[in-house]
Nanobody, 116 residues
Framework: QVRLVESGGGLVQPGGSLRLSCAAS????????MAWYRQPLGKQRELVAR???????VYAESVKGRFTISRDNAKNTVYLQMNSLKPEDTAVYYC??????????WGQGTQVTVSS
């Protein structure tokens, strides 16, 4: 199994920046993709960004050019750098990891609130 622990959420003003971190532990050697999802209050969870073991990345159209997903393999950590934050980015952000064949693991979530 995989344990994922998110950190870095908080309250920021529109236009501000925030960096989320997700530390992975457990059976992590065969993880082939990690991702960030978010769930605004009262809405469905949606993919924000994903990074595969190949290094390829995928972003939601709403965050392209503003968010960057990256990883530090030595620290078993994935990051989400969020710039030019908008009120509509407000959500609980969840770290996600995928192991073969298609097993998903989730962190506990970290709240990001963008408000003036």
């Amino acid at each position: 199994q995989v344990r994922l622990v998110e950190s870095g959420g908080g309250l920021v003003q529109p236009g501000g920046s925030l960096r989320l971190s997700c530390a992975a532990s457990g059976s992590i050697s065969d993880i082939y993709a990690m991702a960030w999802y978010r769930q605004p209050l009262g809405k469905q969870r949606e993919l924000v960004a994903r990074i595969a073991s190949t290094g390829s990345t995928v972003y939601a159209e709403s965050v392209k050019g503003r968010f960057t997903i990256s990883r530090d393999n030595a620290k078993n950590t994935v990051y989400l750098q969020m710039n030019s934050l908008k009120p509509e980015d407000t959500a609980v952000y969840y770290c996600n990891a995928i192991r073969p064949p298609l097993i998903h693991y989730w962190g506990q979530g970290t709240q990001v609130t963008v408000s003036s």
